[in-house]
């Protein structure tokens, strides 16, 4: 498959992808203050290591988790043995149970890499929203995708950690490549000894209105699309934040 996670999902969490998660978690926060009430159930599509659910554990919300790759649900279950995990295409799982928030997060509908794949995943999410529900969703614009051509190293007494990839704009895509060198114990060795991983993502983008239509046509008929950032304009904006409606 596309965009599985194989061995990189074992160091997901050290090598800092699980930050976003918790960045999330305060902003969601924040929303369930304001829009209140706070969910009862919540359905994380693509929910990776199962950060989010450990980040909102104790807001008492039951949380269901799915993600197509098994290790990060591996690790997922790991850390959350009392929260279901499912290993499954976020279009296609059927839970024949409704939430009343459905998210998509970290970059996760920019794995969608067509139309098609796209709206299936927002039919489903739909389908799984109970009518007072709301859908929330990131989605890296194409000026956020245009930041992957660079080369960003960082380095810390566990590992060494190079992010470089290419955006094509006549595709609206970009292949990010994402090699780790991970210090392994080595006790009483000479030297120390340090495993490579490297996982390749492909990652889409859309026009803001290809995106808005295709949520119409899913049958979201509340739409807001905020920049990620608040500094930045919807315009300019580097990443977008959903919040959809039934
Ligand atoms: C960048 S990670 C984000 C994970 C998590 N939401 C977070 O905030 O850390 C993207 C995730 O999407 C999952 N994924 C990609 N395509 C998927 C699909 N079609 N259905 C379900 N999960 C998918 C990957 O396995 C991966 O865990």
Excluded at 52 to 67: H, M, P
Excluded at 137 to 164: M, P
Excluded at 166 to 187: G, N, T, V
């Amino acid at each position: 498959m596309l965009n599985a996670y194989g061995d990189f999902s074992e160091y997901y969490d050290l090598l800092g992808w699980n930050v976003f998660a918790r960045n999330a978690a305060v902003r969601l926060n924040a929303f369930f203050k304001l829009r209140g009430p706070k969910p009862r159930s919540l359905l994380d599509l693509a929910c990776g290591t199962g950060e989010l659910e450990r980040s909102l554990r104790n807001t008492g919300i039951k949380f269901v988790g799915v993600d197509a790759s098994p290790g990060m649900v591996k690790i997922a279950r790991r850390k959350a043995p009392k929260s279901r995990f499912i290993v499954a295409d976020a279009a296609g799982v059927r839970l024949h149970q409704k939430f009343d928030m459905v998210l998509l997060l970290f970059d996760s509908a920019n794995h969608m890499t067509s139309y098609s794949h796209l709206r299936r995943v927002f039919r489903n999410a739909r389908r799984h929203l109970n009518d007072n529900g709301c859908f929330i969703f990131d989605f890296l614009t194409e000026r956020g995708l245009e930041e992957w051509e660079q080369i960003n190293i960082r380095r810390k007494k566990d590992y060494t950690l190079f992010c470089y990839g290419h955006y094509y704009p006549e595709k609206m895509l970009a292949d990010i490549f994402i090699e780790a060198f991970i210090r392994q114990p080595a006790p009483g060795g000479p030297h120390e000894n340090y495993r490579r991983v490297f996982q390749k993502i492909v990652e889409k983008t859309y026009p803001l209105n290809g995106i808005v239509s295709s949520l119409a046509e899913c049958g979201f008929a509340k739409i807001t699309a905020s920049p990620f950032d608040l500094d930045e304009k919807v315009a300019q904006a580097t990443r977008l934040w959903f919040v959809c409606g039934k």
